[in-house]
């Protein structure tokens, strides 16, 4: 990716901004964005190339041996872009080391597939840290500790829902718009009989 007269002098402004923050003014705003957009566009066509490329090597490794010459120059474009050559490749150079251009990139190409192989087993090895700015995080009052202490989960009992006992509904008592009956009104008193008359009446003799 090269860049012209003017991009170099955006460029060179938008880093001065950031070594040495300053008002910017809007041009530089407008420049810089604009600049910004023009790197994303040209990274995806790069993109966009790179993969034609590939497929294009496929196909080219699929027809072998017919096709060595073409499967080499674009080999080599690919690897000159950043790729890493896989084992189909490495098989395809083994099989047309004859030719002197194959065995060059026959041995380019394995020094490349065991660089990648050490890096992939570096990476594998490495223990991930946490940042130091995020442990500081945890000391502080109130921080991720604290919080972590403090809101430990509630523990629900185990075992069947079903069978849990099931609240008992409140029992049916008066309605609250009646007065409660007091218990002279549930239980009357018994009422004593009435007493014998003082002259009871005289039986008629029998005639």
């Known amino acids: 990716m090269a860049f012209g007269a003017q991009e170099l002098r955006v460029l060179r402004r938008a880093l001065a901004l ?13 420049d810089c964005l604009r600049l910004a957009e ?8 790069g993109a966009r190339l790179r993969a034609f ?6 196909r080219y490794r699929a027809a072998l041996p ?8 674009l080999l080599e474009e690919a690897l000159g872009s950043g790729y890493r050559p896989d084992p ?14 194959a ?19 570096a990476g594998c090895g490495t223990t991930p840290t946490v940042p130091a700015s995020r442990t500081r995080l945890t000391a502080l009052p109130g921080g991720l500790a604290a919080l972590s202490a403090s809101e430990e989960p509630v523990k629900k009992p185990a075992g069947n829902p079903a069978a849990e006992p099931r ?13 409660i009956p007091t ?17 009871p009446p005289q039986q008629l003799a029998a005639g």
């Not at 950031?18 to 407008?30: I, M, N, R, Y």
């Not at 395809?92 to 004859?98: H, P, S, V």
């Not at 065995?103 to 087993?121: H, I, S, Y």
């Open 18 to 30: 950031a070594l040495h923050p300053t008002p910017a003014s809007a041009e530089d705003v407008q």
């Open 38 to 45: 023009s790197v994303d566009e040209a990274a995806r066509e």
């Open 53 to 58: 490329l590939l497929a294009d090597l496929a």
């Open 66 to 73: 017919g096709t060595a010459a073409g499967y080499l120059v």
């Open 88 to 101: 189909d490749d490495l098989s395809a150079l083994r099989a047309l080391r004859g030719n002197p251009t």
């Open 103 to 121: 065995a060059a990139l026959l041995d380019r190409c394995a020094t490349l597939a065991e660089q990648n192989v050490r890096t992939r087993l």
């Open 167 to 179: 609240p008992q509904s409140p029992a049916k008592g008066p309605r609250p718009d009646r007065p």
């Open 183 to 199: 218990p002279g009104e549930v239980f009357p008193p018994k009422r004593k009989p009435a007493p014998p008359p003082a002259n």
